[in-house]
T-cell receptor
Framework: GENVEQHPSTLSVQEGDSAVIKCTYSDSASNYFPWYKQELGKRPQLIIDIRSNVGEKKDQRIAVTLNKTAKHFSLHITETQPEDSAVYFCAAYTSGTYKYIFGTGTRLKVLA | EAQVTQNPRYLITVTGKKLTVTCSQNMNHEYMSWYRQDPGLGLRQIYYSMNVEVTDKGDVPEGYKVSRKEKRNFPLILESPSPNQTSLYFC?????????????FGQGTRLTVV
């Protein structure tokens, strides 16, 4: 079945450095890729997303890139801050399937 | 305030004792779903509902039931809970289902089955 692989599972960076989380999807028909952030003890919340007809999208310090040929997409966080510490989930959606496939999550720790 | 509300937040129960976790949304969303979150496995979909009286299995439906009698409510039923259903459960809703449709999650229910 379809799956989404996410790496790394944990990531520690110094405050101010950049962080990159990568996901690879298996269904070439996937056409929408959201990223969710889950702070400790809280619910996942959408932070950025990208459609398959777009190669890159930015929102202040976060950006997502998509490589359809390689079937992978990445989350980039620049100038990391302690409040960026959380678990990040990528997901892939394919029209007609009515469900998201989530990655296994990346625990990001920003060290002050 | 627009929100998805789950109850209870925490539940400890014994094997075989039927339980229901409630989920309610006040945003008139058509699509609702249940996920379980386990360490190293991420979020896995249990069941989803496209609209009232329309439900379907997700990736891990075994041992669970759902119903969608009203648009706002989507309860998760465990008829005979077992220890392998110990997990963190999230309900989510979205306006409909498709690209660019944000999923709003409830605050989660931590279930322990002993």
């Amino acid at each position: 079945g379809e799956n989404v692989e996410q790496h790394p599972s944990t990531l520690s960076v110094q405050e101010g450095d950049s962080a990159v989380i990568k996901c690879t999807y298996s269904d070439s028909a996937s056409n929408y890729f959201p990223w969710y952030k889950q702070e400790l003890g809280k619910r996942p919340q959408l932070i950025i997303d990208i459609r398959s007809n777009v190669g890159e999208k930015k929102d202040q310090r976060i950006a997502v890139t998509l490589n359809k040929t390689a079937k992978h997409f990445s989350l980039h966080i620049t100038e990391t801050q302690p409040e960026d510490s959380a678990v990040y989930f990528c997901a892939a959606y394919t029209s007609g399937t009515y469900k998201y496939i989530f990655g296994t999550g990346t625990r990001l720790k920003v060290l002050a | 305030e627009a929100q998805v509300t789950q109850n209870p937040r925490y539940l400890i129960t014994v094997t075989g004792k039927k339980l229901t976790v409630t989920c309610s949304q006040n945003m008139n969303h058509e699509y609702m779903s249940w996920y379980r979150q386990d360490p190293g496995l991420g979020l896995r979909q249990i069941y989803y509902s496209m609209n009232v009286e329309v439900t379907d299995k997700g990736d891990v439906p075994e041992g669970y039931k759902v119903s969608r009698k009203e648009k706002r409510n989507f309860p998760l039923i465990l008829e005979s809970p077992s220890p392998n259903q110990t997990s963190l459960y999230f309900c989510a809703s979205s306006l409909n289902f498709g690209p660019n449709t944000e999923a709003f999650f409830g605050q989660g229910t931590r279930l322990t089955v002993v």
